[in-house]
Nanobody
């Protein structure tokens, strides 16, 4: 199983970016996998910023990104997206995607609940 995240870069405050996470190797049970986007700032715990359930499509967002970020999935392309709008300098960090099999909604933001992790993609918000 491989997860590949890309789409990061340097952007000015207030602008948008879309991250993508391409999954391979998740055969048969792909539709039941939940996906999450996580970030970890220096000295802080890993934060689940946006997560989407594989069972019913429920989404969960951290308070820090609610109303600005949107997670979606395209199962035909085995890809999960994170649309990030109104970016702030404090959003500057490396973002990683993760996949977990049949996660219940209450565990979506817990890093320990996920089975597979991809490498991160750096997002830098600066003028």
């Amino acid at each position: 199983v491989q997860l590949q995240a890309f789409g990061g870069g340097l952007v000015q405050p207030g602008r948008s970016l879309r991250l993508s996470c391409a999954a391979s190797g998740l055969i048969l049970d792909y539709y039941y996998y939940s996906f999450g986007w996580f970030r970890q700032a220096p000295g802080k715990e890993r934060e689940g910023v946006s997560c989407i359930s594989g069972t019913d499509g429920s989404t969960v967002y951290s308070d820090s990104v609610k109303g600005r970020f949107a997670i979606s999935r395209d199962d035909a392309r085995n890809t999960v997206y994170l649309q990030m709008n109104s970016l702030k300098p404090e959003d500057t960090v490396e973002y990683s995607c993760a996949a977990g099999d049949r996660l219940i909604v209450s565990t979506l933001t817990r890093p320990s609940a996920y089975d597979y992790w991809g490498q991160g993609t750096q997002v830098t918000v600066s003028s």
